[in-house]
């Protein structure tokens, strides 16, 4: 059985708006071509660690709206 190791970990997270956004959410759209306000927003996780002298980097992509 192998003994349980410790594992440092860097966790990175990016918000980035979606390009018809309204300006108040980031984004460059306007009424005429967003007219419900809608919100979407790209969100990516990077985690990111070391085992056994070799990196890892684990990295996840989701799309919100609202």
Request: glycine share 8%; with cysteine.
């Amino acid at each position: 059985m192998c003994a349980p190791m410790a594992v440092m970990a860097v966790v990175r997270r990016t918000r980035v708006p979606g390009a018809d956004n309204l300006p108040s959410a980031g984004g460059g759209g306007n009424t005429a071509v967003n007219p419900a306000k809608m919100e979407v927003w790209s969100l990516q996780s990077l985690l990111s660690y070391e085992l056994s002298s070799r990196d890892y980097v684990k990295s996840r992509t989701v799309v919100r709206s609202r």
